[in-house]
């Protein structure tokens, strides 16, 4: 859950490990800008880098401001195609896999918001199980059951793939 003040923003990003994401609007409008994963050059992407997140990180982040962008750093943003919506009380986004989003509250807003995976991502959703596990506070016993736990779901995923593509040769 988010909850924001008008005019708070989330930074310009994808969602990390390959998920997709879904967005409802509990109160409030919510302003999405979306761009293709084609426009991540576009975008000045970078990578790797912590951020107020409940992951604390995210994988793919921009540094381009969206509503004052540094023409001399960030020429190339005046290139990229940048799609947008306004959520309102109880209208839903999906946002596939590698899609950036940028959002602003344009009112005190609340909004849901949840990771997913499909058949065409699920590989990586082990990345996911194994980032939740990884904890200095967690007992030695624990953290090794869980680590052995997320590679046998890692192995199977795997392993189902590689049978769901023998099924389509």
């Known amino acids: 859950v988010s ?3 008008a005019g708070s923003i989330s930074r310009l990003h994808v969602a990390n490990h390959g998920a997709h994401s879904w ?3 509990i109160e409030g409008k919510r302003l999405f800008f979306l761009c ?9 992407e970078d990578s790797g880098t912590t951020c107020d ?14 509503f004052y962008p540094n023409a001399k750093r960030h020429a190339q943003f005046a290139m990229a195609k940048t799609q947008f919506v306004v959520l309102s009380p109880g209208e839903t986004l999906v946002i596939p896999s590698g899609w950036w989003r940028y959002s602003v509250a344009l ?6 918001h949840h990771p997913f995976w499909s058949l065409e991502n699920r590989s990586r959703i082990s990345e996911e199980f194994r ?3 990884v904890d ?15 590679a046998q779901i890692h192995e199977q995923v795997l392993q189902d ?9």
């Open 3 to 5: 909850l924001g003040a």
């Open 23 to 25: 967005y409802t609007q």
């Open 36 to 44: 293709s994963p084609r426009e991540g050059a576009n975008l000045c």
């Open 53 to 66: 997140h409940p992951e604390g990180y995210a994988a793919l982040v921009s540094p381009v401001d969206i």
């Open 107 to 112: 009112e005190a807003s609340v909004t849901l």
């Open 131 to 133: 980032e939740a596990f």
């Open 136 to 150: 200095e506070k967690m007992p030695p016993d624990l953290l090794e059951m869980a680590a052995r736990n997320v």
């Open 161 to 169: 793939d590689d049978d769901d593509s023998d099924l389509d040769g």
